[in-house]
């Protein structure tokens, strides 16, 4: 069975400083790979997927991600954090046109001024 | 990416009622997901509903306790059953978008709470 672990429930960060979020997953076969932020009382927005191709994703603001397949992680970075960027972050797979998607447990990003 | 709206955005309830949450979207989708996102914790799939069949539940949830209609290909409803306390939590629905394979844009959510 799929599974995705987020190992950092909460990550605080000053403003401007760099961060990156940790997301491993196990699966036997081949996975998409999605990282969604869900703002405070809102619903969950993409920011960005790898579903093949260039290992280093780009996504909305700012946000980057690198699929890392021996490793079996997807960690989502971004050079330098705005207050904004308070969310919570959530790593996702789905098995290849399976249509379902299977979440972590989330990351709190914190940014402090 | 698909604009996708649910009512009602919260709504607080007595235990043994039922709720039912209207998700729209504003273009025809074949594919249309429930998910449960109880408090502090990640999403869990409730059930997948394509128009003209009965929808697919996930382990755990059963068509009882989360009847699930999808008249047309822009508009779904899921009814929470026989509520509890324990069934407090934020209904979401999400669509595939079109853009990619299995890229789900989500709705802005359904605030529960059972008392």
């Known amino acids: 069975a799929q599974s995705v672990t987020q190992l950092d429930s909460q990550v605080p960060v000053f403003e401007e400083a760099p961060v990156e979020l940790r997301c491993n997953y196990s699966s036997s076969v081949s996975v998409y790979l999605f990282w969604y932020v869900q703002y405070p009382n809102q619903g969950l927005q993409l920011l960005l997927k790898?579903?093949?191709?260039?290992?280093l994703v780009k996504g909305i603001n700012g946000f980057e991600a690198e699929f890392n397949k021996s490793q079996t992680s997807f960690h989502l970075r971004k050079p330098s954090v705005h207050i904004s960027d308070t969310a919570e972050y959530f790593c996702a797979v789905s098995l290849v046109n399976t249509d379902k998607l299977i979440f972590g447990t989330g990351t709190r990003l914190q940014v402090f001024p | 990416s698909a604009v996708i709206s649910q009512k009602p955005s919260r709504d607080i309830c007595q235990r043994g009622t039922s709720l039912t949450i209207q998700c729209q979207v504003d273009s025809q989708v074949t594919m249309m997901f429930w998910y449960r996102q109880q408090p502090g914790q990640s999403l869990t799939l409730i059930a997948t509903?394509?128009?003209?069949?009965?929808?697919?539940?996930e382990s755990g949830f059963v068509i009882d306790k989360f009847p699930i209609s999808r008249p047309n290909l822009t508009f779904s409803t899921l009814t929470v059953s026989n509520m509890s306390p324990e069934d407090s939590s934020i209904y979401l629905c999400?669509?595939?978008?079109?853009?990619?394979?299995?890229?789900?844009?989500f709705g802005p959510g359904t605030r529960l709470t059972v008392l």
């Open positions: 790898y579903l093949s191709g260039s290992t």
């Open positions: 999400s669509v595939e978008g079109g853009q990619g394979p299995d890229t789900q844009y």
């Open positions: 509903a394509n128009q003209g069949s009965e929808a697919t539940y």
